[in-house]
């Protein structure tokens, strides 16, 4: 985020803090009807926080995150 971006320090601990919200909720039962486990995580959730985060930095949602030959940052 800091490079590819270009966000500032704040700006990727608020977009984490909304992300790790969203995609990291507590399920209310660990387990499906079959008894398998449920994922810790949503990644349908994940994916739509990262294009929002993508789209909030005028990028399309599925631009390469692939610098040019000479970033404006060196992360």
């Not at 949503?42 to 993508?54: R, W, Y």
């Amino acid at each position: 985020m800091l490079g590819r971006l270009q966000m500032t320090v704040d700006e990727c601990i608020d977009a984490y803090m909304l992300l790790s919200d969203r995609v990291f909720q507590k399920a209310r039962v660990p387990f499906t009807a079959r008894g398998r486990m449920r994922g810790k995580f949503d990644s349908k959730e994940l994916e739509k926080v990262i294009k929002e985060v993508i789209n909030s930095r005028n990028l399309e949602e599925d631009a390469l995150l692939e610098e040019s030959a000479n970033p404006k940052c060196r992360v």
